[in-house]
């Protein structure tokens, strides 16, 4: 009765129309529900990558026990969404979770898999793209402390203004990224907190994504179901 789509990139605020990054150029600025809709003969529902994402792993993962979280989609660049209450929220264009747009200004780095594997590129190591990336992660590789340390001061401002703006229960790192990247990550996400009178904020849990298969995947495909059925 439907289909759901997951797509990397910003909206525009031209419609569905969405601007990605360049290894999607082909698929730049275009209606591509409309085109895919056209194919299929059924209704196409489109929405980001990483805010399909947060809505797999509210579904299928650690939405079992939070109802507020901040997901990091790590993929080719840096993404993800937010739940908030149980629910994707989308913000009034659609971007809610554009996290790394507030770093360039900052001069910090954004945590792109896509780095980690040029760098690995440039130590020797033949990567032709992330899916090679994912499926020969050696933890042993030297390049990955060194993509570490330019990351994470992005991903720790980031934490930050999320925690501080929206008071989520958890911050979730998912996307593509390997599970050992991501337990050597998650220490070295610092998030500003100062205490007042001898107490601080609540913090988040920082917690690695849980969802059993491609959260975006699963995320898109309960997009059909949301609109139809769970308004």
């Known amino acids: 009765f439907g289909v759901g789509l997951g797509l990397t990139g910003f909206f525009v605020g031209d419609g569905s129309k969405v601007n990605p990054p360049d290894p999607l150029e082909g698929l730049a600025l275009l209606e591509v529900d409309a085109l895919l809709a056209d194919a299929m003969g059924h209704p196409v529902w489109l929405d980001n990558d990483g805010s399909v994402a947060a809505i797999g792993e509210s579904l299928h993962g650690v939405g079992h026990r939070y109802r507020d979280f ?32 507030m770093l360039p200004a900052l001069g910090l780095e954004r945590a792109a898999l896509e780095t980690l594997r040029a760098m690995l590129v440039k130590d020797g190591v033949a990567l032709a793209d992330i899916q090679a990336l994912v499926e020969h992660y ?83 495909a309960s997009l059909p179901f949301k609109e139809c059925f769970f308004h």
């Open 70 to 101: 901040a997901y990091f989609y790590f993929g080719h660049g840096f993404g993800g969404g937010l739940i908030m209450d149980g629910r994707c929220a989308r913000g009034a264009h659609g971007n809610a979770g554009e996290f790394a747009g």
């Open 138 to 220: 050696d933890p042993r590789w030297p390049a990955i402390e060194r993509w570490i340390e330019r990351v994470a001061p992005g991903l720790s401002v980031i934490a930050s203004a999320v925690v501080a703006i929206v008071d989520p229960q958890a911050v979730v790192l998912g996307g593509r990224i390997p599970t050992d990247l991501a337990q050597r990550l998650m220490p070295r996400i610092a998030i500003d907190n100062v205490s007042r009178r001898g107490r601080a904020r609540p913090q988040p849990s920082i917690v690695l994504a849980e969802a059993p298969f491609d959260a975006v995947a699963l995320g898109a």
